[in-house]
T-cell receptor, first 115, second 112 residues
């Protein structure tokens, strides 16, 4: 299995809702990532998990809450989002080597619309 | 914050021609990667080049890295309509192996 699976593919939520994005990989990668991408912009790093521990938080607002229950799963819990949080949310994984992270494998993303 | 900038922002060529995209970055790196993205969906990893490497090839792709100029280039030879996509470089933050930042991207259009 050489894929990263993200669910749901599309999500519309109100500003008072709580929802979760899910990401799963079975490649044995020990680093997992959340990126946010606005239209016609590059992906922006949000969170990095290494060996199931949060290693990087790029000053993301607390209305985004990541969770890594095990080495195959990564969640992003959403609460009280704003319309400007509407974007494509991308999950990625990579192996970790002594030379650093290997190439990322990206999921196809969740397109989130906040209304 | 973005580490890399790419140029050109957009490139339009005929099928069969070569396409060259450039990436410049600001701080020292361990690794640089190139990715392709179709229609705003997931990104596909193309090539990873390490800071001690100068050139890598993969099929019709050739990547060069000049750490003294803090720049990299991606060459796609004999382009095809299916190569139409956005191309991004991604660099780590030198001391942090896991922290990759994406450049602004080049939108390539290959006309049949």
């Amino acid at each position: 299995d050489t894929e990263v699976t993200q669910t749901p593919k599309h999500l519309v939520m109100g500003m008072t809702n709580k929802k979760s994005l899910k990401c799963e990989q079975h490649m044995g990668h020990r680093a997992m990532y959340w990126y946010k991408q606005k239209a016609k912009k590059p992906p922006e790093l949000m969170f990095v998990y290494s060996y199931e521990k949060l290693s990087i938080n790029e000053s993301v607002p607390s209305r985004f809450s990541p969770e890594c229950p095990n080495s195959s799963l990564l969640n992003l819990h959403l609460h009280a989002l704003q319309p400007e949080d509407s974007a494509l949310y991308l999950c990625a994984s990579s192996p970790l080597t002594r030379q650093g992270a290997g190439g990322y494998t990206f999921g196809s993303g969740t397109r989130l619309t906040v209304v | 914050s973005q580490q890399g900038e790419e140029d050109p922002q957009a490139l339009s060529i005929q099928e069969g021609e070569n396409a060259t995209m450039n990436c410049s970055y600001k701080t020292s790196i361990n690794n640089l990667q190139w990715y392709r993205q179709n229609s705003g969906r997931g990104l596909v990893h193309l090539i990873l080049i390490r800071s001690n490497e100068r050139e890598k090839h993969s099929g019709r792709l050739r990547v060069t890295l000049d750490t003294s100029k803090k720049s990299s280039s991606l060459l796609i030879t004999a382009s095809r309509a299916a190569d139409t996509a956005s191309y991004f470089c991604a660099t780590d933050a030198g001391g942090n192996f896991n922290k990759f930042y994406f450049g602004s991207g080049t939108k390539l259009n290959v006309k049949p």
